[in-house]
């Protein structure tokens, strides 16, 4: 399997501007999660899904953020408006029983 | 939450010299993992220990579930072993990371 893919993996955005983050966890695993890593606060868990629904979305920090995984095999983290204190790397991992398994991230800056 | 506590949180090594990471958690726990987040940004699974000992190749993990702690060992560490080491641990099925150990391996 490839792993978890996430686009983009880099991500340059005006403040203001919708962001779209992607991602594509490995096949046959039920469980997708979104983290946000910052110097500040360290890895976050943002929201987490079972089988395509949400079902803890604590994490998300405000209504800028949504996230939504319309498929087994298709997860978005949307951003809208996007502000500068939202740059950060932004993770997306899968599991099925017990290891979870991280993409690669989403380097954004929003100046 | 669950809280997790790394020791030490910045380490410096000769290359060659052997390590030991510690990870101090609050409650019980049904998963552990430790992670190499390496220069890149890249994190990397490095073990699925929630209890015993595992070894692969320089590394090796255990912990012991009843006193809260595992400890990741490094030998003869080597330049490419730098990066951040994270300790995460889960009750259901969030992960609580620890705020890792950066580790840099000088030649």
């Known amino acids: 399997d490839a792993g978890v893919i996430q686009s983009p993996r880099h991500e340059v955005t005006e403040m203001g501007q919708e962001v779209t983050l992607r991602c594509k966890p490995i096949?046959?695993?039920?469980?997708l999660f979104w983290y946000r890593q910052t110097m500040m606060r360290g890895l976050e868990l943002l929201i987490y899904?079972?089988?395509?629904?949400?079902?803890?979305d604590s994490g998300m920090p405000e209504d800028r953020f949504s996230a939504k995984m319309p498929n087994a095999s298709f997860s978005t983290l949307k951003i809208q408006p996007s502000e500068p204190r939202d740059s950060a790397v932004y993770f997306c991992a899968s599991s099925l029983v017990g290891t979870k398994y991280f993409g690669e991230g989403s380097w954004l800056t929003v100046v | 939450g669950i809280q997790v506590e790394q020791s030490p949180p910045d380490l410096i090594l000769q290359e060659g010299a052997n390590s030991t990471l510690r990870c101090n958690f609050s409650d019980s726990v049904n998963n552990l993992q430790w992670f190499h987040q390496n220069p890149w940004g890249q994190l990397i699974n490095l073990f699925y220990i929630p209890s015993g000992t595992k070894q692969n190749g320089r590394l090796s993990a255990t912990t012991v579930a009843t006193e809260r702690y595992s400890l990741l060992y490094i030998s003869s560490s080597q330049t490419t072993d730098s990066g951040v080491y994270f300790c995460a641990v889960a009750g259901a099925n969030n992960l609580f990371f620890g705020t890792g150990t950066r580790l840099t391996v000088i030649p």
């Open positions: 899904f079972n089988n395509n629904v949400p079902i803890d």
């Open positions: 096949s046959g695993h039920d469980y």
